[in-house]
């Protein structure tokens, strides 16, 4: 199956400060997803990317499907506490099994106050 | 609304005994995902269910593992006999219609087998 590379792997940053993460791939997709998973918890969908190009934004957090629809990116501006959990990027597999969803790896966020 | 509900939330077991996932998906969706996350292969879907019927079954990992759907309102997902390498989060989610995105999911099962 295909594989999603995401980095940075772990962030530590001071409250206030903008994040940026972002996940490449070999493959080209159709779709590309954002998820955040607070401590145990399970993963909750921030944003759903459709296009090529497309940016959307969702209170603070902002991200971007690639022109090359090899890659997303996700923003965070003004990091706040609550921010901390871990970021997955995922994409469906494409034909028949589109149910089925790749996750990368993740980034662990941490918020220092 | 009620969310996607899973039980046990913690469970530790000694290795070779039989360890029961519980799953209740939300109200009307037709679709169940059993997943498992380890710190070293993340995120990995395990089945899926589309109107109680096992679908794709690739993702289970041996014959130790055993998914259930006997009705749409719950699913089990059985280790038997449990291994300490079967030790990580699992997690049930549901979605309804066809946007892959939509997915639901519960707090998840924290296994430990010892």
């Known amino acids: 199956g295909q594989q999603l590379n995401q980095s940075p792997q772990s962030m530590f940053i001071q409250e206030g400060e903008d994040v940026s993460m972002n996940c490449t791939s070999s493959s080209i997709f159709n779709t590309w997803l954002w998820y955040k998973q607070d401590p145990g918890e399970g993963p909750v969908l921030l944003i759903a990317l459709y296009k090529a190009g497309e940016l959307t934004s969702n209170g603070r957090l902002t991200a971007q499907f690639g022109i090359t629809r090899k890659d997303s990116f996700l923003n965070i501006s003004a990091s706040i506490p609550s921010d901390v959990g871990i970021y997955f990027c995922a994409v469906p597999d494409s034909g028949g099994s589109n149910y089925k969803l790749t996750f990368g790896k993740g980034t662990l966020l941490t918020v220092n106050p | 609304d009620a969310g996607v509900i899973q039980s046990p939330r913690h469970e530790v077991t000694e290795m070779g005994q039989e360890v029961t996932l519980r799953c209740k998906p939300i109200s009307g969706h037709n679709s169940l995902f059993w997943y498992r996350q380890t710190m070293m292969r993340g995120l990995e879907l395990l089945i899926y269910?589309?109107?109680?019927?096992?679908?794709?079954d690739s993702g289970m990992p041996e014959d130790r593992f055993s998914a259930k759907m006997p009705n749409a309102s719950f699913s089990t997902l059985k280790i038997q006999p449990s291994e300490p390498r079967d030790s990580a989060v699992y997690f049930c989610a549901s979605k309804t219609g066809l946007n892959q995105e939509t997915q639901y999911f519960g707090p998840g099962t924290r296994l430990l087998v010892l």
């Open positions: 269910f589309n109107n109680n019927v096992p679908i794709d």
